[in-house]
């Protein structure tokens, strides 16, 4: 499905501003319709699925235990 600069953005959730930075610099896939520019949105199921993984992956560095120190000797 093909979106507009602005949907884009709200689907990425981000300004409006940084999608047109992007088209310029050519790192997002687009269509020139002469009016606007026209964006896959399929182009960004990867980036998500990263995202994810990322997300997923820090969440188990944060719930794994804090080993104890070998180094702690108890002097009671």
């Not at 949907?7 to 896939?29: F, G, M, S, W």
């Not at 319709?33 to 560095?61: H, P, S, W």
């Given at each position: 499905m093909y979106?507009?600069?602005?949907?884009?953005?709200?689907?990425?959730?981000?300004?409006?501003?940084?999608?047109e930075?992007?088209?310029?610099?050519?790192k997002?896939?687009c269509i020139h319709?002469g009016e606007?520019y026209?964006?896959?949105?399929?182009?960004?199921?990867?980036?998500?699925e990263q995202?994810?993984?990322?997300?997923?992956m820090?969440?188990?560095y944060?719930?794994?235990?804090?080993?104890?120190?070998?180094d702690?000797?108890d002097?009671?």
């Amino acid at each position: 499905m093909y979106l507009t600069v602005e949907e884009t953005a709200k689907y990425l959730d981000v300004p409006k501003e940084y999608v047109e930075h992007l088209i310029r610099e050519k790192k997002v896939r687009c269509i020139h319709d002469g009016e606007q520019y026209l964006i896959n949105n399929a182009q960004f199921d990867t980036y998500f699925e990263q995202v994810e993984k990322y997300r997923a992956m820090i969440q188990d560095y944060l719930n794994e235990p804090i080993p104890q120190d070998r180094d702690i000797k108890d002097e009671d």
